[in-house]
C-alpha cells in the first residue's frame, strides 16, 4: 500500500471492507494499520478530522507488532508517527518535529529493505517537504514512477531547486510534465497550475511583469471550465 492517499477516492469502501475483516480477526494488525490510512484520508478528504479514530486503529497495529515481520512493524511505527504528527495543531512544536523525524526515519529503514517501496518513498517525500527539508533522490524515483501524478512531478521539480536554485534546466522536464496533466483530478488542479504558472513566476523573479501578466492570462483562460473545487485550487495559485 502506499499510505495516505492510496485509496484513490475509495476510502469509504476501504474502511467498509477493512472493519469487516477485523470483526473477523480483531489482531489483524495491517487491518488495522490500513483502517488508520483509510479513515485519515476520508477526513482530510472530506475536511472533517478522523484522527481519533486513525489513532485508535494505528495503536491496536503497533500493539501487535510482536505477530508481525519487520517491515509491517516499520510500517505500522511510521503510520503511528504521521497520525500524531498531524494531531498536534503547531507544525513547528518540538513534538511534531520529533514525530515527523519518526515518520523519516521509518520510510527510510523501509527503503532500505526495499528500494522500490512507493509508500516508504512517497511518505519520505511528503515529510521532507512538510520538514523544508524536501529530498531530490526520493522525490525524484517518486515522482518517475508515478508520471501522472502533477503533485510528485512538482514534488521533484521544487526538491531539485530547493537544492540548488539554478537547476531549472533538470527541473523542467517535471514541471512540464505536471502542466500538461488533467487539472481536474482530485486534487490536482494545485500542482497543475503551480506548473503553468512557472513560467510567469521566473518572468516575475527576473523583472518581467509584462511577460508574467501574459502568461497568467493565458493559463487564467482554462479556469472558468473546471469543476467549482479545481476551479477554487487553480485561482488560489492565481
Given at each position: 500500500?502506499?499510505g495516505l492517499g492510496s485509496?484513490n477516492g475509495?476510502?469509504?469502501?476501504?474502511?467498509?471492507l477493512l472493519l469487516?475483516?477485523?470483526?473477523e480477526d480483531p489482531?489483524?494488525a495491517a487491518?488495522?494499520r490500513l483502517?488508520?490510512t483509510?479513515?485519515?484520508?476520508d477526513?482530510?478528504?472530506n475536511a472533517?478530522?478522523?484522527?481519533?479514530e486513525?489513532l485508535?486503529h494505528?495503536?491496536?497495529?503497533v500493539?501487535?507488532s510482536d505477530?508481525?515481520?519487520p517491515?509491517e512493524?516499520i510500517?505500522?511505527?511510521g503510520?503511528w508517527?504521521?497520525i500524531h504528527?498531524?494531531m498536534?495543531?503547531n507544525?513547528?512544536?518540538?513534538d511534531?518535529a520529533t514525530h515527523?523525524?519518526?515518520?523519516?526515519a521509518?520510510?527510510e529503514?523501509?527503503l532500505?529493505?526495499?528500494?522500490d517501496?512507493?509508500?516508504?518513498?512517497?511518505t519520505?517525500t511528503?515529510?521532507y517537504?512538510?520538514?523544508?527539508?524536501p529530498?531530490?533522490?526520493?522525490?525524484?524515483r517518486?515522482?518517475?514512477?508515478?508520471?501522472?501524478?502533477?503533485g510528485w512531478?512538482m514534488a521533484a521539480?521544487?526538491?531539485i531547486?530547493?537544492?540548488?536554485?539554478?537547476a531549472?534546466?533538470?527541473?523542467r522536464?517535471?514541471i512540464?510534465?505536471?502542466?500538461?496533466?488533467?487539472?481536474?483530478?482530485?486534487?490536482?488542479?494545485v500542482?497543475?497550475?503551480?506548473?503553468?504558472?512557472?513560467?510567469a513566476h521566473?518572468?516575475?523573479?527576473?523583472?518581467?511583469?509584462h511577460d508574467?501578466l501574459?502568461?497568467?492570462d493565458?493559463v487564467?483562460?482554462?479556469v472558468?471550465s473546471?469543476?467549482a473545487?479545481?476551479?477554487?485550487d487553480?485561482?488560489?495559485?492565481?
Amino acid at each position: 500500500d502506499d499510505g495516505l492517499g492510496s485509496f484513490n477516492g475509495r476510502e469509504k469502501v476501504a474502511e467498509r471492507l477493512l472493519l469487516e475483516a477485523i470483526a473477523e480477526d480483531p489482531d489483524f494488525a495491517a487491518a488495522h494499520r490500513l483502517l488508520a490510512t483509510a479513515v485519515h484520508s476520508d477526513g482530510v478528504l472530506n475536511a472533517r478530522s478522523r484522527l481519533p479514530e486513525a489513532l485508535a486503529h494505528i495503536e491496536r497495529a503497533v500493539a501487535l507488532s510482536d505477530s508481525v515481520a519487520p517491515a509491517e512493524r516499520i510500517r505500522n511505527e511510521g503510520e503511528w508517527h504521521v497520525i500524531h504528527y498531524f494531531m498536534n495543531p503547531n507544525p513547528e512544536d518540538p513534538d511534531a518535529a520529533t514525530h515527523a523525524k519518526g515518520v523519516i526515519a521509518a520510510c527510510e529503514a523501509l527503503l532500505e529493505l526495499n528500494r522500490d517501496d512507493g509508500g516508504a518513498a512517497g511518505t519520505c517525500t511528503g515529510f521532507y517537504a512538510l520538514t523544508g527539508a524536501p529530498n531530490e533522490r526520493f522525490a525524484t524515483r517518486l515522482a518517475a514512477g508515478r508520471p501522472h501524478a502533477a503533485g510528485w512531478q512538482m514534488a521533484a521539480a521544487w526538491a531539485i531547486l530547493d537544492a540548488d536554485p539554478r537547476a531549472i534546466a533538470r527541473a523542467r522536464p517535471f514541471i512540464q510534465r505536471a502542466a500538461r496533466l488533467d487539472p481536474t483530478g482530485r486534487g490536482a488542479a494545485v500542482a497543475v497550475f503551480a506548473a503553468r504558472l512557472f513560467d510567469a513566476h521566473e518572468a516575475w523573479l527576473e523583472n518581467r511583469p509584462h511577460d508574467a501578466l501574459r502568461i497568467a492570462d493565458r493559463v487564467a483562460t482554462d479556469v472558468p471550465s473546471l469543476p467549482a473545487a479545481a476551479r477554487a485550487d487553480a485561482l488560489e495559485q492565481l
